[in-house]
C-alpha cells in the first residue's frame, strides 16, 4: 500500500541548532515533493519544492534534499529560532498513471519547537 | 504578495443542512484544489478542478459535494446535506500550472451539530 510517513511526531531541538526532519515514501513515484509550515488553526504555507531530477534546494535557512533511491526527503532549519515552532508537513504529487492533475498526498506532519 | 483567500473563516450548521464554501484563487493560476483536515488528522485531498471541470476526485468526494467556478474568480465547493462527521477545516488551494507549488488558504472551519 502507498504511504508517507514523517518519522517523527515532534522534536524539540535548542535555539540555534539545525533542524531536521525526515519524509519517507513507499509505493510512489513522485514528480516532486513539497514541504509546508502549519500553524494551529492556519492553512498550510508553502516552503519548498524539490523535483524529482533534483538533489538538493536551498532558500535561506532552508535546505531540502530528494533521495528516490532511499525514497526519502530531509528538511533542514539552520540557525532554527522560537518562531520556527510550527507544525511542518511534506506531500507529494505521484506521476504514475499519466496525466497528474497536482492532487497532493500529505505526511501527517512533524510539530517542532525550538526551545530558547 | 497574491494570495488564497477564503471565506467565512467559521461556519456553524444543523446536520442535514446545505452549506457553501467560497473561495478566490490567486488570479493567474489555473488548477484549483479543496483538501480537508479533521481535527488532528493529515491534510486530505477532496477534489481537483482545471479548465472549467473535475479532473480528479477522491472516494470523500461523493454526491454530496459539488464545486463550481461560477464567474471567472470565485472557485466554491458546496455540501448539499451536511452530516456530523463533514466537520473540518476545509482548505482551498491553487497553483499556476502542472508541477509548480500549490498555495492555500487559511481555511474554513465546518462545524456541523
Known amino acids: 500500500s502507498q504511504k508517507i510517513e514523517q518519522n517523527s511526531e515532534a522534536l524539540n531541538i535548542q535555539e540555534g541548532k539545525t533542524a531536521t526532519l525526515t519524509c519517507n515514501y513507499t509505493?510512489?513515484?513522485?514528480?516532486?515533493l513539497q514541504w509546508y509550515r502549519q500553524d494551529p488553526g492556519r492553512g498550510p504555507v508553502f516552503l519548498l519544492l524539490i523535483r524529482e531530477n533534483e538533489k538538493e534546494k536551498r532558500k535561506e535557512r532552508l535546505k531540502v534534499t530528494f533521495d528516490t533511491t532511499l525514497k526519502q526527503s530531509l528538511f533542514h532549519i539552520t540557525a532554527s529560532q522560537p518562531a520556527d515552532s510550527a507544525t511542518y508537513l511534506c506531500a507529494l504529487e505521484n506521476k504514475a498513471g499519466g496525466t497528474s492533475y497536482g492532487k497532493l498526498t500529505f505526511g501527517q506532519g512533524t510539530i517542532l519547537t525550538v526551545h530558547p | 504578495e497574491p494570495e488564497v483567500t477564503q471565506t467565512p473563516s467559521h461556519q456553524v450548521t444543523q446536520m442535514g443542512q446545505e452549506v457553501i464554501l467560497r473561495c478566490v484563487p490567486i488570479s493567474n493560476h489555473l488548477y484549483f484544489y479543496w483538501y480537508r483536515q479533521i481535527l488532528g488528522q493529515k491534510v486530505e485531498f477532496l477534489v481537483s478542478?482545471?479548465?472549467?471541470?473535475?479532473?480528479?476526485k477522491s472516494e470523500i468526494f461523493d454526491d454530496q459535494f459539488s464545486v463550481e467556478r461560477p464567474d471567472g474568480s470565485n472557485f466554491t465547493l458546496k455540501i448539499r446535506s451536511t452530516k456530523l462527521e463533514d466537520s473540518a477545516m476545509y482548505f482551498c488551494a491553487s497553483r499556476k500550472d502542472i508541477y509548480y507549488e500549490q498555495y492555500f488558504g487559511p481555511g474554513t472551519r465546518l462545524t456541523v451539530t
Open positions: 509505493n510512489y513515484s513522485p514528480a516532486y
Open positions: 478542478f482545471y479548465n472549467n471541470e473535475i479532473s480528479e
